[in-house]
């Protein structure tokens, strides 16, 4: 059984810093897409940011461009995103998902076949 749990939330101050880290396991996922999402209070869920192995392709929303870093270690299995700069916009949970076959580039939830249960981020100005 797949499972994604993601760990590094938490509260940090307007321009600081986080790492978040997602774990799988139950398959590898070397070769899939993966990617974070996030949602607000009252808005919909949207994607900061997508890797894709087999091309090196990396997605950022535009928000999130030159703060956030998107990165795997494909040994552990594991998924990480780099928060810095951080705004109080970027308060939500912080979610990671993956497919489970290569196929297009994802971009919407809906191209996600996993999902972790979301870890909290709280930037306060």
């Known amino acids: 059984q797949v499972h994604l749990v993601e760990s590094g939330g938490g509260l940090v101050q307007a321009g600081g810093s986080l790492r978040l880290s997602c774990a799988a396991s139950?398959?590898?996922?070397?070769?899939?897409?993966m990617g974070w999402f996030r949602q607000a209070p009252g808005k919909d869920r949207e994607n900061v940011a997508t890797?894709?192995?087999?091309?090196?392709?990396?997605y950022y929303l535009d928000s999130v461009k030159g703060r956030f870093a998107i990165s795997r270690d494909n040994a552990k299995n594991m998924l990480y995103l780099q928060m810095n700069s951080l705004k109080p916009e970027d308060t939500a949970v912080y979610y990671c998902?993956?497919?489970?076959?290569?196929?297009?580039?994802?971009?919407?939830?809906?191209?996600?076949?996993?999902w972790g249960q979301g870890t909290q981020v709280t930037v306060s100005s």
């Open positions: 890797i894709v192995q087999s091309s090196g392709s990396k």
């Open positions: 998902a993956a497919k489970s076959s290569i196929g297009a580039f994802p971009r919407t939830p809906r191209d996600y076949d996993y």
């Open positions: 139950g398959r590898s996922f070397s070769l899939l897409p």
